[in-house]
């Protein structure tokens, strides 16, 4: 008992209780409406209890429903016995996880649109911010913060959707399904999914208390948004440490021993915590492997607990990382001065000598490696690239072009290409952006609406 039975009902004490009353709420509803005597007064006794405090566990009693049976049959014995008409507690269940999912599942949802809009804000500010972008660890190209941010809630947009679709195969409702045979009393499966703001019944008897996919699709959904994350915090955390940069005074911490230190802590917890829970969602998957389909308990009671560490780790991880991104302080001189100095700007120059000399790419990219060959046998940078230099690998071109090609604002400002990083493009991008990220709230709130009405009607206020 100790074992098992007193942490599921600690577990279900803290975290599942209103969503087990809405469950049985609805279904004496649902059984009132099809004429089952005593059901209303199991409804109304349902709304009394659950505004009291909840019993502790006693052995006595296997879990919350069979504590919350016997408090109903202490008021009503018939009203207890109605309420079990057409009910197992494995169509309950799967319809309690459901709706705790759920709700998870939208607040997770509302802080991934929270993070998007923190990046296009942050964006917008830095239209004009050059950034030297890495490849293979090695400087690549210059490019804008605005097009480094965006590209991250472009992927965060994808995630929304991915969320959104996760929502429909999740907002099903079991209820009715019983033991996994159905019943054999004239029962309103729909009405019970419509008082549960559920979208539908799920089909199949059988499938409503057995299948475990839809708990394996939100577990994989957090994976994918969870590392994406932890690759953009492997950014933010490589900016720190060259200075580019830093956070607010309340989100680093200091050292014992070096005066110097400002540690960008709030990303490293952050990083931390997008890793736990991606480990988390491997024993969500493991937890439904190798278990028959009949047998709910590995993906049901003992998937539970992990579901929730999943949920907290990700919570965590997304609020540390919308508080650090929300008002940095950024070294953009520093960043321009990467780009001026460096390499990063020369893919450039093989483009303007292919426009100026009518040779091809592959030729232009030839010519731009001996010069940097040449320049690198004198210590010497591209910065610093004279009309001679030119010369000296065979190439004759206006100074005010090449100077033009070296210049990492005008190397920006020339990618002006669908999706390219160029100021004029970028300002457009933004705004379509946030015309996006405003129909993903729209739905959401939209949702959270007809989730919040449904637990009012349920607790006994109007629908």
């Not at 390499?343 to 120059?349: F, I």
Request: glycine share 6%.
């Amino acid at each position: 008992m100790k074992t098992v039975l007193q942490p599921d009902y600690d577990y279900a004490s803290e975290h599942l209780l209103p969503h087990l009353f809405d469950a049985l709420s609805a279904h004496a509803l649902m059984l009132s409406g099809c004429g089952v005597a005593h059901a209303d007064e199991a409804a109304r006794l349902l709304r009394e209890l659950r505004r009291q405090p909840f019993p502790a566990y006693d052995p006595s009693v296997e879990d919350v429903f069979f504590t919350l049976d016997r408090e109903l049959a202490t008021r009503d014995s018939d009203a207890a016995g109605a309420l079990r008409t057409a009910l197992s507690r494995n169509d309950l269940d799967m319809t309690i996880y459901r709706l705790s999912a759920r709700l998870r599942l939208m607040r997770a949802m509302e802080r991934v649109l929270r993070l998007r809009r923190t990046l296009l804000n942050l964006a917008a500010r830095e239209i004009d911010t050059v950034i030297v972008a890495y490849t293979h660890h090695q400087p690549a190209q210059p490019t804008t913060l605005a097009h480094y941010l965006t590209a991250v809630e472009n992927v965060l947009a994808r995630d929304t959707v991915r969320m959104q679709c996760a929502m429909t195969h999740l907002n099903l409702s079991p209820m009715g399904a019983v033991a996994l045979g159905g019943t054999s009393f004239p029962i309103d499966r729909t009405r019970t999914a419509a008082l549960l703001a559920f979208d539908r019944p799920i089909e199949n008897t059988y499938d409503a208390v057995s299948a475990s996919d839809w708990q394996v699709e939100i577990a994989s959904v957090i994976t994918v948004v969870s590392t994406t994350l932890s690759r953009v915090l492997y950014d933010l955390l490589f900016w720190a440490s060259r200075g580019l940069l830093s956070l607010e005074d309340g989100l680093v911490q200091g050292s014992s021993v070096m005066p110097q230190k400002r540690n960008p802590v709030a990303l490293e917890h952050a990083r931390t915590k997008f890793s736990k829970a991606i480990g988390v969602t491997q024993s969500v998957i493991i937890s439904s492997h190798n278990v028959p389909f009949g047998d709910i308990n590995d993906p049901g009671p003992d998937m539970q607990p992990p579901l929730t560490s999943m949920w907290h780790d990700f919570r965590d991880g997304l609020e540390l990382l919308i508080t650090s991104l929300t008002n940095p302080v950024l070294n953009r001189e520093e960043w321009l001065r990467e780009a001026q100095q460096g390499e990063s700007v020369v893919t450039e120059l093989a483009d303007v000598i292919a426009r100026n000399t009518g040779c091809g790419f592959r030729d232009a990219h030839a010519h731009v490696k001996a010069l940097l060959a040449h320049l690198h046998s004198q210590g010497r940078t591209v910065s610093a690239l004279t009309a001679a230099d030119l010369e000296a690998v065979g190439l004759n071109l206006p100074q005010t072009e090449v100077q033009s090609a070296l210049n990492p604002a005008e190397f920006i400002a020339r990618r002006t290409t669908f999706g390219g990083p160029a100021p004029s493009v970028m300002a457009g991008e933004i705004t379509a952006a946030h015309e996006r990220l405003g129909t993903d709230t729209s739905h959401h709130d939209s949702l959270t609406t007809r989730f919040a009405a449904a637990r009012t009607h349920l607790e006994g206020g109007p629908l």
